[in-house]
C-alpha cells in the first residue's frame, strides 16, 4: 500500500479535462514539494511537473500541477491519445529521509 | 543532452549478488545527487536510493537497508548500486534517476533484475 493515495484509473475522451489525485498525510504533501511524472509504455519515467506546479521545458502547458492542504493534483487538458499512460506523485518526507510514491493511475483516453 | 545507461541486470539466485552501474554523460555529474527507483512486474514505482554530489549523505528504502549499497566514482561519472541478499521480491526494472529536489528530473531506460531459482 502506496503512502500517498492517487486513483487507480482514470479515463477521458479526446480534447476533456481530466485530474488525477494524489493525496497524504501532512509530512508528505504540505510540508514538501509533489513531483508528477508520467510513464508511457515500455519507456522510461518522465517529469511532468515539479516544485508541485513547475512544468520542465519542452511539457506542454496542457499538463499542469495545483496543491492544497493535503492533497496535490495533476490536471491534463486537451486530452489526446499519447497521453495514454500511467502518471506518479512523488514527494520526499525530510523526517524519515525517504521518497514516497503514490501508486500509480493508469489514464485510458477512451 | 543528459545520457544515464544502466546496465549489469541479468538473473540470479535467490540470496545472490548483483553490481549495477548507471554511466551518466550530458552534465556534470559530480554536482548532481543521484537515485535508484524500481519497478517490479505489475507494480508501481519504489525509491531505493539516495547518494548526494559528495557521497556524503546516503538514505535507503527500509526493503533494502543492510542489503543494497549505492555508491558513484565521479571521476568516471558513474553510480552503482550493490546487491546483497538478493530475494524474490527484488525482481524489477531498476533506474537510475538523476536528483532534482532530492526526487528525480532524468531516468535512464533501467535494466532488469531478475531473482529466481
Do not use: H
Request: aromatic share 12%; charged share 20%; glycine share 10%.
Amino acid at each position: 500500500q502506496s503512502v500517498l493515495t492517487q486513483p487507480p484509473s482514470a479515463s477521458g475522451t479526446p480534447g476533456q479535462r481530466v485530474t488525477i489525485s494524489c493525496s497524504g498525510d501532512t509530512s508528505y504533501i504540505v510540508s514538501n514539494y509533489v513531483y508528477w511524472y508520467q510513464r508511457l509504455p515500455r519507456t522510461a519515467p518522465k517529469l511532468l511537473i515539479y516544485r508541485d506546479d513547475q512544468r520542465p521545458s519542452g511539457v506542454p502547458d496542457r499538463f499542469s500541477g495545483s496543491k492544497s492542504g493535503t492533497s496535490a493534483s495533476l490536471a491534463i487538458s486537451g486530452l489526446r491519445s499519447e497521453d495514454e499512460a500511467e502518471y506518479y506523485c512523488a514527494a520526499w518526507d525530510g523526517s524519515l529521509r525517504v521518497v514516497v510514491f503514490g501508486g500509480g493511475t493508469k489514464l485510458t483516453v477512451l | 543532452e543528459v545520457q544515464l545507461v544502466e546496465s549489469g541486470g541479468g538473473l540470479v539466485q535467490p540470496g545472490g549478488s548483483l553490481r549495477l552501474s548507471c554511466a551518466a554523460s550530458g552534465f556534470t555529474f559530480s554536482s548532481y545527487s543521484m537515485n535508484w527507483v524500481r519497478q517490479a512486474p505489475g507494480k508501481g514505482l519504489e525509491w531505493i536510493s539516495y547518494i548526494s554530489s559528495t557521497s556524503s549523505a546516503i538514505y535507503y528504502a527500509d526493503s533494502v537497508k543492510g542489503r543494497f549499497t549505492i555508491s558513484r566514482d565521479n571521476a568516471k561519472n558513474s553510480l552503482y548500486l550493490q546487491m546483497n541478499s538478493l530475494r524474490v521480491e527484488d525482481t524489477a526494472v531498476y533506474y537510475c534517476a538523476r536528483a532534482k529536489d532530492r526526487l528525480f528530473d532524468y531516468w535512464g531506460q533501467g535494466t532488469l533484475v531478475t531473482v529466481s531459482s
